[in-house]
T-cell receptor, first 115, second 113 residues
């Protein structure tokens, strides 16, 4: 149990719809990263948030967007869903302090299926 | 640009035998290296990491890895595996300590009784 919780655990959406995934970071952590893990693949870095600002982004289109709230929880929003967006979405939190990040702790993920 | 290659997609091994999971990386800058484990329907758990210092890194559950800069490798080893080690293992690199990882495609380790 890492203290990072994601909701929902599973959901099914139709192509073209929009989805919001949520992540509650571990207590004391101020940085949240999101990853997409397609079936049989390694996780791919989507983006990271620190102090409510985007702090790095992977090779994902603008229809992938995010938010970080004052309590450091985070949302991942995906617009205009495509079939290839079907994946496990993982959230990881860590503490950034003194120009270093502590170990990242991952949640159990949200399994998104687009039909 | 960074990339990670895990040379074996599946590794079957008998219980109590040794195992090595291979990882090679490419990067134009110095990197930090990590191994994560993922059990079915779970998130990722850190096994070990190399940031600097000794090239032999020891992690949890009896795993260790050796950083070889000349061969750009970071292979994971365990001298004697247990049934509970059956899982997916991911090698990852980061060019800073910001926890922005680039992962390999994973190695499925199956321990046979």
């Amino acid at each position: 149990e890492t203290g990072v919780t994601q909701s929902p655990t599973h959901l099914i959406k139709t192509r073209g719809q929009q989805v919001t995934l949520r992540c509650s970071s571990q207590s004391g952590h101020n940085t949240v990263s999101w990853y997409q893990q397609a079936l049989g693949q390694g996780p791919q870095f989507i983006f990271q948030y620190y102090r409510e600002e985007e702090n790095g982004r992977g090779n994902f289109p603008p229809r992938f967007s995010g938010l970080q709230f004052p309590n450091y929880s985070s949302e991942l929003n995906v617009n205009a869903l495509e079939l290839d967006d079907s994946a496990l979405y993982l959230c990881a939190s860590s503490l950034y302090r003194a120009r270093r990040n502590t170990e990242a702790f991952f949640g159990q993920g949200t399994r998104l299926t687009v039909v | 640009a960074q990339s990670v290659t895990q040379l074996d997609s599946q590794v079957p091994v008998f219980e109590e035998a040794p195992v090595e999971l291979r990882c090679n990386y490419s990067s134009s800058v110095s990197v930090y290296l990590f191994w994560y484990v993922q059990y079915p329907n779970q998130g990722l758990q850190l096994l070990l990491k190399y940031l600097s210092g000794s090239t032999l890194v020891k992690g949890i559950n009896g795993f260790e890895a050796e950083f070889n800069k000349s061969q750009t490798s970071f292979h994971l080893r365990k001298p004697s595996v247990h049934i509970s080690d059956t899982a997916e293992y991911f090698c990852a690199v980061s060019e800073n300590t910001g926890n922005q990882f680039y992962f390999g495609t994973g190695t499925s380790l199956t321990v046979i009784p």
